[in-house]
């Protein structure tokens, strides 16, 4: 077991992240007498609940189950979550239990964040993603009027149970998702990019994931600590993402993690045209990218991404794209592009990548 603290800068709140085995049958079973107490209820998505339903029901806690998609991170979802959650009587001193992978931890954290101007969420994230990035940190949102995560709140989890048996019902795909943010950590963090390289035969291991994401958590958790609203610092986890939500919207057949990837990728061809990069190491980083992408690299809508990626609520200025970009081992900057510029190059770039 591994427990990690984030303390958070300017405030008196803390989040507690435990690594452990057996989160449903054993750390929610001892954590029953105050989650009753208070009153719980476990939010989770109809694919997590079809696989773990004798183990959700044996806690005896009042369940609402979400249809599983991206396609239902919607109001519509989070509104009938809040109803659910008024009609059990869920008070000030409740717990949401907010169990499956980033689309249940986000609608559930924002939840929990509205009802009664906020109320505790644990999460037990049950995807590689949501372990090693979406359930630490407090991002929780919504998508909205066709974009990603428009409507959100920063909401600290109290407590996160991460668990890694429930790798073992996970898709191929999902863990390749997962492995898209692993990435992006390790594009911030030279020990995991190394680790990663050494051991590239090995990226779809069980073990192997599980022996990673503590580390992965804890990268995460020292940038959350020191800039948990996103002033600055913070903006590094953003590496990759504002080319990958606007690849996600226009490629509904990929993957969040695909993207995040195929962002990287692109974003690291535009740094190599504006800014002072390591070639070796942007080249390392791509096989890395390879090695872990199933798509085709060429085939990306890069025109219908670049028009969406205007709208990211990451720019700051109406006709500016801004980006996080890798630019050496470990090493992030921050790129500003006009829009025309940006529209311009993703279709440069494409054209020499295959
Ligand atoms: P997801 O929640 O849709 O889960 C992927 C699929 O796996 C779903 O079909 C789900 O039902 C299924 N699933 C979940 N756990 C399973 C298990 N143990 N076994 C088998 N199937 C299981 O997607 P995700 O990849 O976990 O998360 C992506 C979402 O997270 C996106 O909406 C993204 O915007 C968000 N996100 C948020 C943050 C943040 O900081 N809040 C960070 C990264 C991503
Ligand atoms: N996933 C980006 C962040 O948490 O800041």
């Known amino acids: 077991m591994r427990t990690f603290h984030i303390n958070l800068k300017g405030t008196a709140k803390k989040s507690i992240i435990v690594c452990r085995k057996n989160v449903l049958s054993k750390q929610l079973k001892e954590d029953l007498p105050w989650l009753k107490a208070g009153g719980s209820l476990i939010f989770t998505d109809s694919n997590v609940f079809a696989l773990y339903q004798r183990k959700i029901e044996s806690l005896a806690l009042p369940v609402f189950v979400m249809p599983a998609g991206e396609e ?8 009938s979550l809040l109803k659910a959650m008024a009609e059990h009587g869920l008070r ?15 609608v559930g954290g924002l939840a929990a964040s509205l009802y009664m101007r906020g109320i505790s969420c644990i999460q037990v994230p049950t995807t590689l993603l949501a372990q090693v990035d979406s359930s630490v940190g407090g991002k929780t949102a919504i998508d909205f009027n066709g974009v990603k995560n428009l409507i959100g709140a920063f909401h600290q989890p109290m407590y996160v149970y991460a668990d890694p048996a429930f790798f073992k019902t996970l898709p191929e795909r999902e863990i390749r998702c997962g492995l898209g943010e692993i990435v992006k950590h390790a594009a911030l963090n030279a020990p995991l990019f ?3 390289m050494q051991n590239r035969d090995r990226l779809f291991d069980l073990e192997f994931l599980a022996e990673i994401v503590p580390e992965n958590i804890q990268i995460k958790a020292e940038i959350v600590q020191k800039d948990p609203l996103e002033y600055g610092l913070r903006r590094c986890l953003n590496l990759g993402h504002t080319t990958g939500h606007a690849i996600e919207l226009t490629q509904k057949n990929l993957s969040h993690g695909e993207c995040v990837l195929l962002g990287l990728l692109y974003e690291s061809y535009l740094a190599r045209r504006h800014l002072e990069t390591d070639e070796a190491y942007l080249g390392e980083l791509e096989t890395l990218i390879r090695t872990v992408l199933a798509c085709k690299i060429g085939d990306i809508d890069v025109e219908g991404a670049a028009r969406l990626a205007l709208l990211d609520k990451k720019n700051t200025k109406g006709d500016a794209v801004t980006l996080a970009v890798p630019v050496k081992k470990g090493e992030f900057a921050i ?18 990548l295959c």
Do not use: N
């Open 194 to 196: 190394d680790k990663l």
């Open 92 to 106: 000030r001193s409740s717990k949401l239990i907010a169990l499956g992978g980033g689309v249940v931890g986000d």
């Open 72 to 79: 239902f991170k919607t109001e519509q979802t989070l509104f």
């Open 335 to 352: 790129l500003e592009l006009s829009y025309a510029d940006y529209a311009r190059e993703l279709s440069e770039i494409r054209s020499t």
